[in-house]
């Protein structure tokens, strides 16, 4: 039974003084991790302090759960508006969905590791949230529900994946770390269907973006 308790509620709070001294200043994207309880979506035998802690944790499939900073600059990064359509790509443990859902956007995400999409819807319909979740290939991106407002990629590309683009509305936001074994973070605009703006915004180490899937169903 998932349990949050007033402790875990307290790390949480200590964890969003962190992040707002660390230079997070979106009031709503800090509300949201205050709300979302880290602690659901890794091991059960970590430890409050550690799940609270303020640094990536490994899951399964040898992926790891974002450090909560990462979460947070990526998100701060989209400015999201109300209902806003993302495409997600790397749902992974549903930590980083779970805070664009409570932000009330629209989240389309993606996991291309199957024991991880599964355990990730499962657990995201049990907290009451209703993201689209799919198994699918990141590089494709979701052409069927096409365009999106706002593209969030969670894991390290090597390039920009030219399919993703073609999916971002004009005027649209995508956030993604290029590069293989350190990334740099950029925020893409698409100013028009020809022309982008790219900023980049520091070195972040992210698990790779990778294009087979993991068929294997256990």
């Given at each position: 039974m998932l349990t949050d308790s007033y402790r875990h509620k307290?790390?949480?709070k200590k964890l969003v003084d962190e992040l707002s001294k660390k230079g997070i200043f979106d009031k709503k994207v800090l509300d949201a991790i205050?709300?979302?309880?880290?602690?659901?979506?890794?091991?059960?035998?970590?430890?409050?302090?550690?799940a609270y802690?303020?640094?990536?944790?490994?899951?399964?499939?040898k992926q790891t759960i974002s450090q909560p900073f990462t979460v947070a600059f990526q998100t701060q990064l989209l400015e999201l508006k109300n209902k806003d359509k993302i495409l997600e790509i790397g749902?992974?443990?549903?930590?980083q969905t779970a805070v664009l859902c409570q932000l009330k956007s629209n989240v389309f995400?993606?996991?291309?590791?199957?024991?991880?999409?599964?355990?990730?819807k499962t657990l995201l319909i049990s907290m009451g949230y209703k993201p689209k979740c799919y198994f699918g290939d990141g590089y494709?991106?979701?052409?069927?529900?096409?365009?999106?407002?706002?593209?969030?990629?969670?894991?390290?590309?090597?390039?920009?994946?030219?399919g993703l683009i073609k999916q971002l509305k004009v005027g649209g936001i995508m956030i993604i770390p290029i590069g293989e074994e350190t990334q740099i973070m950029y925020k893409i605009v698409k100013i028009s269907e020809n022309e982008l703006k790219k900023e980049a915004l520091g070195d972040y180490k992210f698990v790779p973006m990778l294009e087979e899937l993991e068929m294997k169903k256990s």
């Open positions: 307290g790390l949480r205050n709300a979302v309880p880290r602690h659901f979506f890794m091991d059960f035998a970590i430890a409050p302090e550690i802690s303020d640094k990536a944790i490994p899951i399964d499939c749902t992974g443990s549903g930590y995400t993606i996991e291309r590791q199957h024991n991880l999409f599964i355990k990730a494709l991106g979701l052409q069927s529900c096409s365009p999106f407002d706002k593209i969030l990629v969670t894991c390290g590309a090597p390039q920009i994946p030219d």
